[in-house]
């Protein structure tokens, strides 16, 4: 059998990069945001992938370190998540609680449920949820 060879490509050459101080810029966002959403330390460090919990720490106290291409991607879906809710609710307040009242969309869960599966596809799920809700842009 005879395989051709395979020419580089950039993955997304559509997309640009997000940059090393950007990256971090984000994880101070998401540090922030994860507070306003009221989680602990544990469904933290799951909705980041199982981060460790000395990195999480550090990461509190506002030591972010070198972030990778998983962890980038993961925090700009919560971004995103978290800006779909700032366009469905007009009060902050109720987009944050939102995420942990159990939905009939979701079963009788809630999203923080959903998202706690720890799977990237489950924040990109809900991401593409929140967007067809509020008839995406």
Known sequence: MHFATLQPIAARPDRPTITGEEAAALARATVNL???WG???AEA???LGDMAPRTWARWKAGDIGRIDRDLRARMAILMGIHKALRYLFTDPARGYGWIRKPSAAFGGRSALDIMLRGEITDL???RAYLDAERGAW
């Open 124 to 126: 990109i799920d809900l």
């Open 39 to 41: 989680l602990s330390d």
């Open 34 to 36: 994860f507070r306003v």
């Open 45 to 47: 460090r799951t909705l």
